[in-house]
């Protein structure tokens, strides 16, 4: 059975897909984002903006997910939604400020998949309150959007995107090939470079090309370069980058979700030889808690033009 949902693995190994060179390709999700989507996602939102400002704790609660993750401005983290829903049972007896959302970007890397970002207003009474800057990933489950992350910083935080310069090596285009397959890989920082979004197009065995989509982003409450990634059969996942002091070398270290509810992780090694290449290999690989090898080195070339 292992041996069968190897692929499901794949998905998360790389958030680049590269791991699909060292596995069969799964069958491309159907089905096309529609402005449909970015309404529903939208009212979303408000939804919740009005269950925060009327303190109905049932309301906010039926808009995330069973496991979801959320860090406030504070850095307090909560795992889960019973912890979720007991913070929101403390705060509602207070006199907690009103709070606007304000989506500025929604984003679909997959089908089932929204990024949203944007900002957060507060005002008590008449004052108006620092606003914060907020991350989330939503997905889609039996024709519902739900919050599955959510990250707020204070918007003196949020501006240390220059922090990603570290991986400015990696924009441009790079390819790496094998017998049977080829992956195109694209690097780019968003406009206003917050972040870098990627896109890796795999052809293996002249199949239709499968797309898979990055974004990379920092983390000003634990300090650390992050990532979310959505594999374009619906699975998703996110990762932490740490790059050790005396190599040329990055982790990512990621966990995902399987388009079937499989549990994924892996550490994806980069190893820079030159400005035009690099080594990936994802190693230390589960599916399921289950041990699943490590892929083959891959070697990785800038596309020149």
Known sequence: MLKVRKAGLCMIALGLAFAMLNASAAEKAKGSISAQSDDLVRTVL????????????EEAALLFTEDVHTI???????RGLKALRERFERRKDGSPPAVGIHPQSITFPAATAALVVGEVSRKRGQEDLPTSRFS???????????????????????????RLQELDWLIGQWSADKTDATAQLDFEWSPDKKFIKSKCTLTK??????????VIGWDPQHNTIISWHFDSTGGFGSGTWSKQSDENKWTATVSGVGADGSNSLASNVFTVKSSDEFIWQSVHRTLDDEPVGDTEPIMVRRVKR
Do not use: C, F, H
Request: negative net charge; hydrophobic residues 30%; proline residues 4%.
């Open 46 to 57: 408000m939804r919740l903006e009005s269950a925060m400002a009327s303190k109905n704790v």
């Open 72 to 78: 406030d401005q504070s850095g307090e983290e909560i």
């Open 136 to 162: 989330m990933l939503m997905v889609k489950k039996e024709n519902n959007w739900l919050i599955n992350e959510l990250q707020e910083t204070t918007m003196q935080s949020a501006q240390t995107e220059s």
């Open 205 to 214: 065995n002249g199949k239709p090309p499968q797309i898979d989509n990055q």
